[in-house]
C-alpha cells in the first residue's frame, strides 16, 4: 500500500534486514571503520547476517542490492567474505551465536563447494553451539528453482535449521508480472526436500496486491501455502519503491495498482484465515506458530546487536556510553571485492545518538506484535527531555483514542487496525521525539 492507509511492508527476500537502512541518511566513507577495536569487557554479539548478491535475474520489485554476475566472481566473492568473517569475528567471541541469517540476491544461487567453504569458516571461527543444539538459528534464503536437494543437505551438515523460500505466488501469470522466473511446482518440491535433508524449519514468502490479482486468487495462494505444513508464513503487500523497473512500469502506465481498500482487506483476511490455522501475526507481514518466528528478524525489531557482512550489508552496535552505531558495506561488488582491509567498505555510519536509538526503538517496536515497553521509552525519552516525554506520550494517546494502539502489561502494541497504519504510527511517534 502507498499513502495511507499504509502498512510498511518491506519487500520479500532481504527487506526485514533492509528496513533497518530506512533510517540512514547518505554520508562519505567513513576514514575509519566504525567497530575499531574490541573494547575490554565487550560481551559479544549474538547476531550475524551474510548477504551474497547474486540472482539469475533482477525481479522489477526488487531495490535490494543484488546483480546477474556476468563475471563468474562467486569465487571472489567467497575469498572476500571469509576474510570479513574472519576481520568480525573477535566482537562475536565468547557467546554462542543465537541467529544467523543468510539473504541476498539469491543465497541458493552460490554454488555448493564454496557454500562449504563459508559453512566451514562459520565452523572455525564462530560459537555455533546454540544453533547445533536447535536453541539458535541459522536461516538461508532460497529460490524454489536453485534449492537442490544436494545444496539442502550440505547446509544441513553446515548447521542450518531453517530456510526461507521466495514462493511470491502460485499462480503463474502473477510470477510473469513480478518478473520472478520459477515453476509454482517447486515450492511444494523444495519443503519437502529441505525436511528430508533435516532442516527442521520452512517459511515462504508471498505477494499481495499483484496487478490484476484478485481476492480469490490471494485466497487460493494462502490456501496452498498453509498446506504445505510449514510454521512461518510472511505476507507482504506488494510496495513500488523508486528506481525499480516495477514502478517505471507503472508510471508508463502499463498497469494500475490495486486500490488500497482492496489491499486493506486482503490483508485483513489474511490475519484472520491465519490465525484460524494457527499461525499468529507476530509483525506486520509475519506470521508463526508459537515458537516458530524468525528470530533473527526479531533482533533487528527489537534494537537488538547484529553485524552484516558482504555488500550493502547493515551492521547496528549498542555503544557502551548510549545510543548505537549503524553503518552498511558499500552497495558495490567489485569496491567489496577490491579493498584491501579485513573490514568491509563502508559508506553510510552513524555515530551514537540516543535520539535516533529511540526514534528507531519506536519505528520497529510499532510493527511488532509485542510492541514496546511504554516505561521503558518514555525514560528514554525523558533522559532526553522533557518536552520529548511529553511529545511522545501526547502521541501514543491520540493513536490509542484511535484505536491504533492498545496498552496492554506496560506495553503500547499496534491493534489489528494499527498493522494497518504502522508506517503513520511510526512516522508519529518518531516525530515526537524530534
Known amino acids: 500500500m502507498n499513502g495511507s492507509p499504509a502498512t510498511g511492508n518491506p519487500p520479500p527476500g532481504v527487506a526485514d534486514h533492509n528496513t533497518v537502512l530506512t533510517v540512514l541518511p547518505q554520508r562519505e566513507r567513513p576514514s575509519a571503520h566504525p567497530l575499531g577495536s574490541v573494547p575490554a569487557g565487550w560481551q559479544g ?221 486482503m490483508m485483513r483476511w489474511t490475519a484472520s484465515r491465519l490465525r484460524d490455522a494457527g499461525l499468529a501475526r507476530y509483525e506486520v507481514s509475519n506470521f508463526a506458530a508459537p515458537g516458530a518466528e524468525c528470530r533473527h528478524n526479531l533482533a533487528y525489531w527489537r534494537q537488538e546487536q547484529w553485524i552484516g557482512v558482504g555488500p550493502s550489508a547493515a551492521s547496528h552496535v549498542l555503544d557502551p556510553a548510549g545510543g548505537s552505531r549503524r553503518w552498511r558495506n558499500v552497495p558495490r561488488l567489485d569496491d567489496y571485492l577490491g579493498w584491501a582491509e579485513p573490514l568491509g567498505p563502508v559508506t553510510d555510519a552513524e555515530e551514537p545518538d540516543a535520539r535516533r536509538l529511540l526514534a528507531e526503538r519506536l519505528m520497529t517496536g510499532v510493527r511488532v506484535a509485542e510492541g514496546v515497553d511504554a516505561v521503558g521509552v518514555l525514560a528514554e525519552a525523558r533522559a532526553i527531555s522533557d518536552e520529548s516525554a511529553e511529545r511522545l506520550e501526547g502521541g501514543a494517546s491520540r493513536l490509542v483514542a484511535l484505536g491504533w494502539l492498545e496498552v496492554a502489561n506496560g506495553r503500547w502494541r499496534p491493534t489489528d487496525d494499527g498493522f494497518l497504519f504502522a508506517d503513520r504510527m511510526a512516522r508519529e511517534l518518531m516525530a515526537a521525539v524530534g
Open 45 to 265: 554479539v549474538r547476531s550475524l547476517y551474510i548477504h551474497v548478491p547474486f540472482c539469475s535475474h533482477k525481479c522489477h520489485y526488487c531495490d535490494f542490492y543484488s546483480l546477474v554476475d556476468t563475471r563468474d566472481r562467486q569465487a571472489g566473492f567467497v575469498d572476500r567474505l571469509i576474510r570479513e568473517l574472519e576481520g568480525v569475528a573477535p566482537w562475536f567471541a565468547g557467546v554462542p551465536l543465537q541467529t544467523i541469517f543468510v539473504g541476498g540476491g539469491t543465497p541458493s544461487l552460490l554454488r555448493v563447494d564454496l557454500w562449504g567453504r563459508v559453512l566451514g569458516l562459520l565452523q572455525s571461527h564462530f560459537d555455533m553451539g546454540a544453533i547445533a543444539t536447535g536453541e539458535g538459528e541459522f536461516t538461508v534464503e532460497c529460490n524454489p528453482e536453485t534449492a537442490s536437494d544436494e545444496l539442502l543437505r550440505v547446509l544441513a551438515r553446515g548447521g542450518v535449521n531453517r530456510i526461507s523460500l521466495g514462493a511470491q505466488s502460485f499462480e503463474a501469470r502473477h510470477l510473469r508480472t513480478l518478473e520472478r522466473r520459477h515453476d509454482p511446482v517447486n515450492v511444494p518440491r523444495a519443503v519437502e526436500a529441505a525436511r528430508k535433508a533435516g532442516i527442521a524449519r520452512q517459511s515462504v514468502d508471498l505477494i499481495f496486491g499483484v496487478p490484476g490479482q484478485t481476492h480469490a486468487e490471494w485466497e487460493r495462494d494462502v490456501e496452498r501455502a498453509i498446506g504445505l505444513g510449514t510454521t512461518h508464513l510472511s505476507c507482504y503487500a506488494l510496495t513500488y519503491e523508486p528506481n525499480t523497473a516495477m514502478t517505471a512500469r507503472m508510471r508508463r502506465g502499463e498497469f494500475e495498482p490495486i486500490e488500497e481498500e482492496i489491499e486493506a482487506e
